[in-house]
């Protein structure tokens, strides 16, 4: 499912197996379990980076495991637990009391794409992967909570609008163009290695990760209101 290992400053929290990572039950709440673990050991300085094994960062919802209910009823059933479970895990990471990049190795689909679009920072592969939002395809609307965090996190509406409406496959430079990934690198191991740098980077500011968690929600109130983070009293934490 997932691995989290604590490197120095660095919680590196890893999608593992060479398949493409569909967010079923069983992979969101692993990945849950260890978002709070991340969260609980939490220090000024520390910093997520998000990676991944294989060909996917994650294709999606596990449609297949939905279908295989049997039936439409079920399918459909199933693939409403879903979006409910993994609500919760965009909280997690909006919530963060950490800065958060996402390493995208490979190719991020519809709910993986959301999953990598809840970070901080996203950094893609230049010479293989797509940012892709498939819904209209699949003939699946977006919940809530989806349409809250693209308006929210995409930089521009006419982005929004040409990977939501209109289906566009990414590529790492146009998605640099659009705003939408902080930069591009060759190969898995030049996407770790930018991560890491830029975390370093980060992870010397030594924020307090409550502050920088409740600013977080404070730039996005949109899908912070959607997904119930009220806002704690500002507080200074040092002068």
């Known amino acids: 499912m997932c ?7 660095f919680f590196i929290l890893t999608l593992t197996g060479d398949d493409d ?3 079923g039950p069983s992979l969101i709440n692993s990945l849950l379990k260890a978002l709070s673990q991340v969260k609980a050991q939490a220090t000024p300085g520390s910093v997520l980076i998000t990676t991944s094994h294989g060909k996917f960062f994650s294709n999606g919802f596990d449609l297949p495991w939905a279908l295989a209910a049997g039936s439409i009823s079920g399918a459909r ?3 409403n637990h879903i979006i409910q479970i993994f609500k919760p895990l965009v909280a997690q990471l909006l919530s963060l009391p950490m800065p958060t990049i996402a390493a995208i190795a490979g190719h991020a689909a519809a709910a993986g794409f959301a999953l990598a679009l809840s970070h901080d920072y996203l950094i893609m592969r230049s010479d293989r992967g797509v940012l892709y939002m498939r819904e209209l395809d699949l003939g699946l609307t977006l919940p809530d909570y989806f349409t809250a965090l693209f308006k929210s996190k995409m930089g521009s509406s006419l982005a929004t609008r040409d990977l939501i409406l209109r289906g566009m496959k990414v590529r790492g430079e146009a998605a640099v163009r659009m705003g939408v990934v902080e930069s591009t690198h060759h190969g898995e191991d030049g996407v770790f290695n930018a991560a890491v740098q830029l ?3 980060l992870a010397a500011r030594k924020w307090n990760g409550e502050v920088y968690a409740e600013i977080r929600k404070s730039l996005y109130p ?3 209101e959607v997904l119930g983070l009220r806002g704690k009293p500002i507080f200074i934490s040092r002068l």
């Open 77 to 79: 059933d199933r693939l």
């Open 199 to 201: 975390g370093e980077q």
């Open 222 to 224: 949109e899908v912070s």
């Open 21 to 23: 990572h569909r967010l």
């Open 3 to 9: 691995t989290v290992e604590k490197r120095g400053n």
